[in-house]
């Protein structure tokens, strides 16, 4: 599905020497890469606060911990996404209304959202699912209009950029109150084990984040809160500052074959390719599609058979899963996530995809559904 050693073997000579000059500094801990990456992630995504940490689902509870959430309330996020999403909120004793996706571009259905809002309705957590940005206009009108916080689950979508209404062009993740993302090493920006961090423009929450993350503490050894220790490595940071100045031309690298995949299989009656919303740009995390009257299964077996991966993101909606029944929901509350998780499909996507790999990718699904 992805190809991190091709990727690499790319940027050998600068990763390398990177690693190399944090392990001669000895600064493994908080070094001068993290405050650097740190610096170089704001700049690229115009954004006033980087605070990076340990791994993506962290970020997503040290932001829910800095808005000083109470036990009870209510945020509202999408039903189809990553466990990590709802995870958090649960695990804060919060509680997560979940709301259907839009059956085009997989994000959180911003009608459904709007009747999802109680009075104990604190914030709302969109997920830029797969590389695209929720409908992030329609979003920030509805949380703007009921006071409440926005985070933007960017896991999936840095380097996508969103266009408001009002014309200006925002980087996904630095709309709402709070943005989160994941450095895992299959993401668009990924490092070489894990990382995250959030991002902000609001001063005070970006400094109640950097406490918390540091064990609540303040000033040395005093501790004004209870935090959690959530740090990316100095080795990773080093990494991803190589990294960072590629992510323009892997997010094209991964236009490229989405783009490829799309001509191959648009008009194809069977195959369903992602949409494309005017308002964000893709940067494909995942390419994927949606089967129609194909079984999901004979394909990935029939791909297996000619060395091709495909995953289904994902199998099992959150309403689904033993640790988040809730008798609020039932099968068939969802039923766009629902139809989903029984009918997509996700292709290899990744930087290192040459023309030679997506001929044979596409030329094989093809032969398979046309059979
Ligand atoms: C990967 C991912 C996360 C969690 O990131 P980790 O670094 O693995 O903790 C959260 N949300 C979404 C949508 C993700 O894809």
Sequence with gaps: ???????????QEEVDTAIMNVVQSSAYINGPEVKSFAKELEEYLEVKHVIPCANGTDALQIAMMALNFKPGDEIITASFTYVATAEVIALLKLKPVLVDVDPETFTIDCDALER?????????????????????????????????????????????????????????????????????????????????????????IAA?????????QTEL??????????????IQAAILRVKL?????????????AAFYDKAFDNNPRLKIPAKWVNTTH????????LNGVSRT???????????PSM??????LHMQKAYTDPRYKHGDFPITEQLCNHVLSLPMHTELSTDDLQYITSSVLAFVNK
């Design 1 to 11: 599905m992805v190809d991190l050693i091709g990727q690499y073997k790319k940027i």
């Design 116 to 204: 999802a809002i109680t009075p104990r309705t604190v914030a709302i957590v969109p997920v830029h699912l797969f590389g695209q940005c929720a409908n992030m206009q329609r979003i920030m009108e509805i949380a703007n209009a009921h006071n409440l916080y926005v985070i933007e689950d960017t896991a999936q979508a840095i380097g996508a950029e969103y266009v408001m209404a009002n014309g200006l062009t925002h980087k996904a993740g630095t709309i709402g109150t709070i943005g989160t993302t994941s450095f895992f090493p299959s993401k668009n920006l990924g490092c070489m084990g894990d990382g995250g961090a959030i991002f902000t423009n609001d001063d005070e």
């Design 208 to 216: 109640k984040i950097r406490v918390i993350a540091n064990h609540g």
């Design 221 to 234: 050894y005093h501790h004004g809160e209870i935090g959690v220790n959530s740090r990316l490595d100095s």
């Design 245 to 257: 100045r590629k992510l323009d031309n892997y997010c094209e690298a991964r236009q490229f074959a």
């Design 283 to 290: 940067v494909y995390h995942q390419y994927t599609l949606v």
């Design 298 to 308: 004979a394909m990935r077996e029939f791909l297996e058979t000619k060395g091709i």
């Design 312 to 317: 289904i993101y994902y199998p099992i909606p």
